[in-house]
């Protein structure tokens, strides 16, 4: 099983998100990123040669360590033993895909990029009926394009209609997933919806489905 996590860590006006994954037994890496504003400031990578085969013990170790990173950079973010080198406010921002008309809900969607480009990512869900657990959220996501996994697309998340500015980010592995974790923001509006974006080099893809009272992903063709 592949591991993961993302979280942001605000420091006085900036906010960096960290992605800290495991790049699968055939790398045996455990790869945290710190982006900021979709720019990356910092990585760190950690192999687990020693883990290996991974059998029921040695995951657990391995699911071990890659907590214990994830908590090291944030912990070094907040304290600033971490410098991290913030690009100045009128740098190029890396914008995410603007919103296409959305499709039918579904657990999976592309849309092509403006302007007809032909290149289009396909976003799916693989976790549809198990996302949402209280009121936090883990969604399990994979980028393909031509039914190929996409390595290192950026992924992001917005909530609309949320009572908060709501951007959560991550990218994925080689075999174009990712994980997302994070709180369910208060929604205010009754037109709320969770749209998950897909970049990588000139594709993108985008899926958007409407948010109820107890959230849900309709089943596909729904």
Known sequence: ?????????KVAANTFHVQTEDRGPAHSLIDTTVYFQGRVLHRRTNN??????L?????????????????????????????????????PAVKAPATSPAKSPATNGTVAESGGAKRK???????????????????????????????KAKV????????????FSGETAPNGKTQIEFDMPR???GDAAMVVRAEALHARGQLRFALRTKPRVPAVGG
Do not use: C
Not at 48 to 53: A, E, G, H, K, R
Not at 68 to 86: D, F
């Open 121 to 151: 990512l396909e976003v799916e869900i693989l976790n549809p009926k198990a996302w949402l657990s209280g009121k936090h959220v883990t969604l399990q996501i994979q980028v393909r394009e031509n039914n190929q996994g996409i390595d």
């Open 187 to 189: 929604l205010s509006g």
């Open 156 to 167: 992001s998340v917005e909530i609309e209609g949320s009572a908060e500015t709501t951007d």
């Open 1 to 9: 099983m592949i591991y993961g996590h993302n979280s942001n860590v």
């Open 48 to 53: 687990y040669f020693d883990l290996l085969p």
């Open 55 to 91: 059998n029921e013990d040695r995951a657990q170790a391995l699911k071990i360590r890659l907590d214990e990173q994830h908590s090291a950079v944030m912990e070094e973010i907040r304290s600033g033993a971490l410098q991290l080198s913030v690009p100045p406010a009128n740098a």
